[in-house]
C-alpha cells in the first residue's frame, strides 16, 4: 500500500491523466443519461403528469397524440362503456404563436374536466379558470411563457395569458400549454380559420369504484373496436418513437460502459508491464504476491474513486441546464448506478494485471526476465 | 516490414481481441450510419423527391406543411414574380389506414399527399379516390389494386401503382389528387382543413438560370412577408428534426472514432510495451526506429482493415435481411467507404502513440538484457 501510494504521488500526471479520462467517460455518461432523460420528458411528459389515468386514443391515432381524432360517435362509445366513472374531452395540437417576440411552435393541449388531463406539476400560479388562460411549462419561461406573459396564436391574433407554471409536461420537445377545452377550441379556430371544428384527440376517462385502471382499459378495448384505451404509463412509454430514443441511448451505454473498463484495464496492464523488473526484485525479496495485488488494486481503486469524483463534479453543474429546448435535471438514481457498476467493471478489468502480478517467479531475479509478456 | 507481417502470419491469435473490439466498432459505426440516412430519407423522401427549385411555406408554419396556409391571393402574386416558370400547389394529412387483410387494430400510418406537380417518379395526378403508395407501404400488407380506409371516417383510396423513396415523417405516403386531399381531410381531421382554393404550401419551378435562393427572396418580398420561402436543399433541412437527427448521430459516430482511436492506441501500446526488449536488439543490429514505427503501423492498418471488412459484410448483411418498411436503414455505399476511412485513420492516430515509445528505446538495453 505504501508503495503503491509512493509511486502514485512520484508519478502524478500519469495517474491523474487516466483519473481524467475515466473521469470524462464518467461525465460523458452521467451527461447522456440525463439528456435521454430530458429528451424523454420533454417528448411525453405532458402524458405522464396530466391529471387522467387512462386515456382513449382512436385506433387510426396510432398511440400519437397529435394523430388522434375521436369522432362523436366513438365518443358516446367510450362513454357508454360499464366502469367509466368519469370521461371528460382532451384537444391537442401543435400551432405557431408568437412569444417574446418571436414566432415558435407550440403544443396546447384542452382539456375539459380538471380531473381528466389537467396538469400535475403546477409549480408557480394557477390553473386556467378564465376563457383564454394558459398554464405552461416552467422551462420555457425564459422564451416568453413566464407568469404573467401574453402569447398570441397564429395568424388568428389569439391572445393566450400565462396564469400558471407546471414542470416536466413538455410535448413533442415543444414549449407546452395547458389551457381548458373552451379555450383550446378558440386556437384550432385562431390558427386555422377554414377548420371545421376541433375534434378532441382523446378521451379522459377515470374508472367507476371498484375498477381497476387496468380493468377500465380492457373493457374499453373489447367494447370499442375503434378504440384504444391506455393507461397514464403505458400512454406515455407507447408514445412513437420513444422506443428507439431508449434503445439508441442503450447501445450508446453499453459501448461507453465497455470502454471505461478497457481503458483502465489496458492501463493498469501497460504498467505493470512497464514495472516488470521491479516487481520481481521486490518479489524476490520476501514481498508476498498477494501484498503486490493488493498495491495494484488499491491504485486502481483510488483512480477510479479520483475518476468517478471527477465525472460527478463535471455532471453537476450541467445537470441543471438547458440543452437547446430540452430542460435537464440531476439524475441521482444514475450517478449511483454508474459509479457502483464502473467502479466494479474497473476492479474487475484490473484482474488480468493481478494475475500477470501473480504469475512472477522471483528466481526471474536472478536472470532479469521480469514478467512473462 | 517483414517481422511485422511474419508476426500478423505466425501469431494471429495476439491480434484477437482488438480484430474483434475494432470489428464491433465499424459495425457500430456502420449501423448508425446506415440509421441516420434511413431516418433522414424517411423524413425528407417526400421533399426531396420534388421537381422544384423553391418551397413556398406560410410566413408563420414554423416550416411546418401541415401547419401552413397560402392563400390564393399569394398564389397569384407568386406566379408573376420575375424567374418563376410553373407554380403547384401541395398539402399533406396523416392518418392511419386500414389495409384489407390485416387485423382490426393494425392500422398503417400514411401521410396522404395531394399535389398537382409530380415529385421525381410519380406520374400525374391520378383520378379522385386512387392513390400512388410509396414502396415502404408493402411491409404494412398494402398492395397494387387494393383500397385502403383511411381514418376514422374511413375514406376510401385505391391503390394503383408504386412509387420509391418518398416518405415523410417516417411514414409511407400515398400520393393522390388535390381533391382526394381535400376529401380525406375534411372527413378525417376538420380542425385541419384548409379553405376551397388554398393549399398548405406552394412548389416552385424556376426559369432557366435562375438561382433558387434569390428567387425565394424574390417571392417573399412579392408577398410581403406572408410566405416564408426556401430553395429545396435548404427546405429538406428545415424540415423539424433533420438537423437535430443529424447532429446527434454524428457526435456519436465521431465518439465511436475516438473509442476506436483509444483502443488501437492502448493496444499497441501494449505490444510495444511487451516488444521493448525486442525492439533494443533489433535496434542494436541496426534497424531504424522508422522502420520498426512502420511495422506497428502495418499492423495496426491490417488488423482495421480486417475488422472494417468483417464489420462492412454484417452491416450489408444486416440491409438485406431488413425488410424494407420495418427499421429505418439504409446503407449506402458511400456510408461504408468512409466508415471504413475513418476507421484506417483512426488506427495510424492511435498507433502513433506508439511512435515515443518505440523512438524511445536505447539499443544499448539490448546488451544488457537476457531475452
Known amino acids: 500500500m505504501f508503495l503503491a501510494l509512493r509511486e502514485m504521488r512520484r508519478a502524478v500526471v500519469r495517474f491523474a491523466l487516466l483519473a481524467a479520462s475515466v473521469g470524462l467517460l464518467v461525465f460523458l455518461i452521467l451527461f447522456q443519461q440525463t439528456l435521454q432523460a430530458g429528451l424523454i420528458t420533454s417528448f411525453i411528459g405532458a402524458i405522464e403528469h396530466q391529471s387522467s389515468p387512462v386515456l382513449v386514443y382512436s385506433v387510426d391515432g396510432l398511440r400519437n397524440l397529435e394523430g388522434s381524432v375521436i369522432t362523436p360517435d366513438l365518443e358516446q362509445q367510450i362513454r357508454a362503456v360499464d366502469g367509466v366513472g368519469a370521461a371528460g374531452r382532451i384537444g391537442q395540437g401543435t400551432f405557431s404563436v408568437t412569444a417574446d417576440g418571436d414566432v415558435t411552435s407550440a403544443a396546447v393541449i384542452g382539456y375539459e374536466d380538471e380531473r381528466l388531463g389537467a396538469p400535475t406539476t403546477l409549480t408557480v400560479g394557477r390553473l386556467p379558470s ?25 395568424p388568428g391574433g389569439l391572445e393566450l395569458a400565462v396564469v400558471g407554471q407546471a414542470s416536466e409536461i413538455g410535448l413533442q420537445a415543444a414549449p407546452t400549454l395547458f389551457t381548458t377545452y373552451e379555450t383550446f377550441e378558440r386556437v384550432v379556430t385562431a390558427a386555422n380559420p377554414d377548420s371545421g371544428g376541433a375534434l378532441p384527440a382523446v378521451i379522459g376517462v ?7 385502471d387496468g380493468e377500465l382499459v380492457q373493457g374499453i378495448d373489447d367494447s370499442v373496436p375503434d378504440a384504444e384505451a391506455l393507461t397514464r404509463t403505458d400512454a406515455a412509454k407507447g408514445t412513437p418513437g420513444i422506443d428507439q430514443i431508449q434503445q439508441s441511448f442503450q447501445v450508446i451505454f453499453l459501448l461507453y460502459g465497455l470502454v471505461v473498463p478497457l481503458v483502465t484495464g489496458l492501463f493498469f496492464l501497460i504498467l505493470t508491464l512497464q514495472k516488470a523488473g521491479a516487481l520481481t526484485l521486490l518479489r524476490a525479496v520476501g514481498v508476498t504476491g498477494g501484498s503486490l495485488v493488493r498495491s495494484l488494486l488499491s491504485q486502481v481503486a483510488i483512480v477510479l474513486v479520483l475518476g468517478i469524483g471527477i465525472g460527478i463534479a463535471l455532471y453537476a453543474p450541467l445537470a441543471s441546464q438547458r440543452l437547446g429546448s430540452i430542460p435537464l435535471s ?5 450517478v449511483v448506478f454508474w459509479s457502483v457498476l464502473l467502479f466494479v467493471l474497473g476492479i474487475l478489468s484490473a484482474l488480468v494485471s493481478a494475475r500477470r502480478v501473480l504469475r512472477i517467479d522471483p528466481i526471474e531475479a536472478t536472470t532479469g526476465a521480469g514478467v512473462k509478456a | 516490414m517483414n517481422i511485422a507481417v511474419t508476426e500478423l502470419r505466425r501469431r494471429p491469435s495476439r491480434f484477437v481481441t482488438t480484430t474483434v473490439i475494432l470489428t464491433l466498432l465499424a459495425t457500430l459505426l456502420m449501423l448508425l450510419g446506415g440509421l441516420l440516412d434511413g431516418l433522414i430519407a424517411g423524413s425528407t423522401g417526400a421533399i426531396n423527391a420534388q421537381r422544384a427549385d423553391v418551397f413556398v411555406y406560410g410566413a408563420t408554419a414554423e416550416r411546418s406543411i401541415p401547419r401552413s396556409r397560402i392563400a390564393p391571393e399569394n398564389r397569384t402574386t407568386i406566379e408573376g414574380v420575375d424567374g418563376v416558370e410553373e407554380v403547384g400547389g401541395i398539402g399533406v394529412v396523416q392518418l392511419g389506414a386500414r389495409v384489407p387483410g390485416n387485423a382490426a387494430r393494425d392500422l398503417a400510418p400514411v401521410a396522404l399527399f395531394g399535389y398537382q406537380l409530380s415529385p421525381e417518379g410519380v406520374p400525374a395526378p391520378p383520378e379522385a379516390g386512387t392513390a400512388y403508395a410509396d414502396r415502404t407501404l408493402e411491409a404494412n400488407g398494402v398492395a397494387v389494386g387494393e383500397t385502403l380506409q ?39 381531421r376538420p380542425d385541419a382543413v384548409v379553405g376551397a382554393e388554398d393549399f398548405q404550401a406552394l412548389l416552385v419551378r424556376a426559369g432557366s438560370g435562375v438561382d433558387a435562393t434569390e428567387l425565394a427572396r424574390r417571392i417573399d418580398r412579392s408577398t410581403d412577408g406572408a410566405t416564408d420561402s426556401l430553395a429545396l436543399a435548404a427546405a429538406v433541412e428545415a424540415i423539424p428534426g433533420v438537423t437535430e437527427q443529424r447532429s446527434t448521430f454524428n457526435q456519436i459516430i465521431g465518439v465511436t472514432i ?92 492511435g498507433c502513433a502513440f506508439s511512435l515515443r515509445r518505440v523512438l524511445r528505446i536505447d539499443p544499448a538495453s539490448a546488451i544488457g538484457s537476457s531475452t
Open chain 1, 130 to 154: 378564465n376563457a383564454d388562460e394558459v398554464v405552461a411549462l416552467d422551462s420555457a419561461a425564459d422564451e416568453g411563457f413566464g407568469l404573467g406573459d401574453s402569447v398570441t396564436v397564429e
Open chain 1, 206 to 212: 377515470a374508472p367507476a369504484d371498484g375498477v381497476t
Open chain 2, 258 to 349: 475516438v473509442i476506436a482511436v483509444v483502443v488501437v492506441a492502448l493496444f499497441f501500446a501494449l505490444l510495444t510495451v511487451e516488444r521493448t526488449a525486442l525492439y533494443g536488439v533489433l535496434k542494436a543490429i541496426g534497424a531504424t526506429s522508422g522502420r520498426l514505427f512502420r511495422g506497428v503501423l502495418l499492423q495496426a492498418v491490417v488488423v482495421t482493415a480486417i475488422a472494417a471488412t468483417v464489420g462492412a459484410v454484417i452491416a450489408v448483411g444486416l440491409d438485406l435481411l431488413i425488410p424494407p418498411g420495418s427499421i429505418p436503414f439504409t446503407l449506402e455505399p458511400a456510408r461504408v467507404v468512409s466508415s471504413v476511412a475513418f476507421l484506417l485513420v483512426a488506427a495510424v492516430i
Open chain 2, 150 to 188: 383511411v381514418g376514422p371516417a374511413r375514406t376510401q383510396v385505391k391503390v394503383v401503382g408504386w412509387v420509391d423513396g418518398l416518405a415523410y415523417a417516417g411514414q409511407g405516403t400515398l400520393w393522390a389528387s388535390t381533391d382526394t386531399w381535400r376529401t380525406a381531410t375534411a372527413a378525417n
Open chain 1, 330 to 334: 440531476f439524475q441521482t438514481g444514475a
